[in-house]
């Protein structure tokens, strides 16, 4: 192939075609859940117990296993830790768990039964075989904190923390 070949191909992309290309990319990202207050589907909130005690959720969506949200509570934990004038945190309580809703189908879901009697005779029944179906799941991660000024046994160094997984949790769902 000549380079005359080449320069003959060089035209306007095709705007139907560049937003066919770019469309699952916008999915994606409108999809993910950024790391951030809580928004309703996912996100980190927190209540004041006293002036050095925190409890913080982070609440994980359909995207998020439980280390995930365990890392971006920790994360926030360290956040607030080092907002609040303290260099280091100690978990005291840990209430997190898996969030599953169930549906009800009732007879939306049903399967046929056909019996035969000793007799000869045709017995057809409906029945729901499915009962109640997970509808949505996601993990709830709850942890109550004291901070600390200096390091004690089991504390967490919230810059260090903040330092080594900053792009960890800015790159996961």
Do not use: W
């Not at 996100?43 to 006293?50: K, L, N, Q, T």
């Not at 049903?110 to 005779?121: A, H, I």
């Amino acid at each position: 192939m000549s380079i005359n070949y080449f320069n003959s191909m060089k035209t306007k992309p095709d705007k139907k075609m560049v937003i066919l290309l770019l469309m699952p990319l916008f999915v994606f990202i409108s999809c993910s859940a950024s790391y951030g207050p809580l928004n309703g589907s996912s996100g980190y909130s927190e209540v004041e117990i006293d002036k050095n005690t925190i409890q913080v959720k982070y609440r994980g969506n359909q995207h998020q296993n439980k280390d995930a949200v365990r890392m971006r509570l920790i994360y926030r934990c360290s956040e607030i830790t080092l907002e609040s004038g303290f260099e280091h945190f100690i978990l005291i309580k840990d209430d997190s768990y898996k969030h599953v809703e169930k549906r009800e189908f009732g007879n939306a879901d049903l399967s046929f039964e056909t019996t035969t009697s000793m007799s000869g005779g045709v017995n057809n029944r409906v029945k729901s075989d499915f009962g109640a179906q997970d509808a949505d799941a996601y993990f709830m991660g709850i942890f109550t904190i004291r901070m600390l000024k200096y390091p004690e046994a089991r504390s967490i160094n919230s810059k260090s923390f903040l330092q080594e997984n900053n792009r960890a949790v800015s790159l996961r769902y």
